[in-house]
């Protein structure tokens, strides 16, 4: 079967009727802004021939922006994908319907007892650079540690590409801000660990994203404009 039989995938047509741009196509899918042949499609890989292809160019803004959702968890209560669908969906926000919320998928899982920021997402574009293991994105964590850490502990525990610093402490403990590419996933909580006695991992940043202003078991949607 030839290209041409296969037909072209939706997200390329409506990108070159509605004269945008690959990912903004995807986001009006998502949103169910698109039909086919009269039948509301979500699938951006899904092929089309010569079918009839409508767009709603009326839909609203935040229904057009693919859905990314940002959550603080608690370092005693792991954030599951289902936990937050629920809270989203109790929420009652018509432009977030079931299917959006289930194409939802968790991204940079937080390490095995950390806290902190964590990153759920329908949006292809965002995947694809969170995701992407040949340019990571930096990482920013609070540790906290029992006791006092020595000028020299710290001096080993630098190496290219890794800050570590001393945030504060007192004779009982102590916080470190560690930043860096290689500052993730569990392999990276493990050597900590192993370095240090570690009593709290609560991750900042993620590239340019910070948690503030989120409170602990809070969330929110990303706004346009907002990037990683």
Known sequence: MSANDEGVRLAKRVAATQNCSRREA?????????????????????????????????AHHSTQQALTL?????????????????????????????????RLQAVLPLPRGASGLCVFSEDPGVLRHLQDPRAPLEQEWLATVRGTVAPETLQKMQFPGFRVSLNHQTDAQAVLRIAGKAAQGSGFAQWLAEQLPLLELRRQRIGRLGLAPLSAGAWRALTPGERF
């Open 70 to 102: 940002v959550a603080c968890q608690r370092p005693d209560a792991p954030l599951t994908l289902a936990a937050l669908q629920a809270q989203v969906r109790s929420e009652n926000r018509p432009e977030w319907r079931p299917e959006r919320l289930a």
């Open 26 to 58: 995807e986001a009006l899918i998502f949103a169910g802004a698109v039909q086919v042949n009269g039948q509301v499609v979500t699938d951006p890989a899904r092929r089309v021939q010569d079918e009839t292809v409508q767009v709603d160019r009326l």
